[in-house]
């Protein structure tokens, strides 16, 4: 019953902000590293941040400077705001647990 529930995507226009949001059950969240990742059609999935059970952060080149990754424990949350949002930017974005749990993603789209 591991259940990960991205949220908070949407079109966007380039320069724009969003804040996604992953809901978490089933594993035992405080003790878990969070992770984003996005994919566009015919690329790689690619890390864009993740964030240790004590706050430590890391982020991807690309977007370093521009997204931020917070966790709530209380809620069982990890959230991805995003600045200065670029057509590049444009992917599925996933949220994963360490223990390689996969949620099924939520659609961002940056228009220029």
């Known amino acids: 019953q591991v259940q990960l529930v991205e949220s908070g995507g949407g079109l966007v226009q380039a320069g724009g902000s969003l804040r996604l949001s992953c809901a978490v059950s089933?594993?035992?969240?405080?003790?878990?590293?969070m992770d984003w990742h996005r994919q566009a059609p015919g690329k790689q999935r690619e890390l864009v941040a993740s964030i240790t059970p004590g706050g430590r952060t890391n982020y991807g080149d690309s977007v370093k400077g521009r997204f931020t990754i917070s966790r709530d424990n209380a809620k069982n949350t990890v959230y991805l705001p995003m600045n200065t949002l670029q057509p590049e930017d444009t992917a599925v974005y996933y949220c994963?647990?360490?223990?390689?749990?996969w949620g099924q993603g939520t659609q961002v789209t940056v228009s220029s």
């Open positions: 994963r647990g360490s223990n390689n749990y």
């Open positions: 089933g594993i035992y969240f405080r003790f878990t590293t």
